[in-house]
């Protein structure tokens, strides 16, 4: 019966030891065959997991090719070389990148527009290339803001096979994250935030302070339009009236019977004329007990039905001011909606006795930004 081989013993008989790499005191070496110069123990590999320590040796790959490619030099990444000619490229197994293929589906990437799950990306993304642990999907339009804080276009999305441990990061004030434990974060241990490095998911402790991206675009020339933002919010109104729907109702049904309007508001101690101006609006459906309705603007400010006026600007740029205020409201706000006015919002800030600047700091930003004064 023919043997059956895994890849790793097929590797293993392709292997021999290496050049480029140190040894080390007690059987580690270091590689240097790439940037990340892994340090391995014995019978550990690298990052590439083709270059192993087998008794204080590095093991490297030898005798074969996985993949040989001629193509014009232009499609290569080199600068000017040779223009028209050919170039020959082959490549062994492995890889030392580190792609992101070791996130769940659910796990949010930034957009300039909020965050998004990677598995929305690729589901919408309807061009695929099926590969043999997975599938490689081409998304159209879709931006992601990278480590950098810089908006870049997102180019493709992978779904890929993976059994095994998971390591679950739960970042202060942010969702929980699962990932593979080799997976890099950004992090580091200085609250100054110097010192950023590299950190696999399974070495990150408590003290550990992680780089989160953000647009790297400053506030300034932000302006919010506030009837944008609340375009989609229609709370329904009740609308006070001096009839009861009861009466209203019997008006109507007295009118059926042929009663007339004097007859009717002697009844209900009304005058006829009232009657009729009841039962003409029913008719044409406009005596409604409740409404329900839009931002309404006047003058370049917004504001409800029902609310007072002026209501609050229409623009609102984001400035220093209303930047702090939003800190604030993140870290000591809330909002609670009123049993009794059920289209009512109050906004809460909770500060302790020794808070006194952040409270007038408050209040002076939210008569300077809506006009209204807490
Ligand atoms: S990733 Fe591989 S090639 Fe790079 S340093 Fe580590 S062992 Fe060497």
Request: proline content about 7%.
């Amino acid at each position: 019966m023919a043997e059956t081989l895994t890849l790793e013993q097929v590797l293993s008989r392709l292997a021999r030891e290496g050049e480029l790499y140190e040894r080390l005191p007690e059987g580690r070496v270091r590689c240097y065959a790439c940037g990340h110069r892994c340090l391995i123990l014995p019978g550990q590999k690298g990052i590439c997991k083709v270059r192993w320590n087998e008794d204080g040796r590095l093991m490297v790959p030898t005798g074969y090719v996985a993949a040989l490619q001629l193509d014009p030099i232009e499609k290569k990444p080199f600068f000017h070389a040779y223009p028209g000619a050919r170039a020959l490229s082959f490549g062994m197994l492995g890889c030392d990148l580190h792609c992101s293929y070791c996130f769940r589906g659910d796990t949010p990437v930034l957009t300039p527009t909020g965050a998004v799950a990677i598995k929305a990306v690729f589901d919408e993304a309807s061009e695929a290339i099926v590969t043999p642990d997975g599938e490689i999907r081409f998304p159209q339009g879709v931006q992601v803001i990278t480590a950098s804080g810089a908006v870049r276009r997102g180019t493709k999305a992978f779904s890929h096979a993976y059994r095994g441990p998971l390591s679950v990061i739960q970042p202060m004030y942010l969702p929980a994250i699962r990932c593979t434990p080799d997976h890099r974060w950004l992090a580091t241990t200085d609250p100054g935030g110097g010192g950023v490095e590299d950190v696999r998911a399974a070495d990150l402790t408590p003290n550990h302070f992680l780089l989160v991206p953000k647009p790297s675009f400053g506030g300034e020339g932000i302006i919010l339009d506030v009837t944008d933002l609340l375009k989609h919010v229609t709370p329904t109104f009740a609308i006070p009236r001096s009839l009861s729907e009861q009466e209203t109702r019997g008006i109507m049904e007295a009118s059926e019977r042929g009663e007339s309007s004097r007859a009717i508001g002697a009844r209900l101690g009304r005058d006829p004329s009232y009657i009729r101006h009841v039962r003409s609006k029913v008719r044409r459906g406009r005596w409604v007990y409740e409404k329900t309705h839009g931002i309404m603007i006047e003058e370049e400010r917004v504001r409800f039905p029902n609310e007072r006026r002026p209501g609050i600007p229409r623009f609102l740029p984001l400035d220093k001011t209303f930047a702090r205020l939003l800190g604030f409201y993140c870290a000591e706000g809330s909002v609670i909606r009123s049993k009794n006015r059920p289209n009512s919002l109050d906004l809460v800030f909770s500060f302790g006795h020794s808070e006194e600047a952040a409270r007038k700091e408050i209040k002076h930003s939210l008569q300077l930004l809506f006009g209204v004064h807490p």
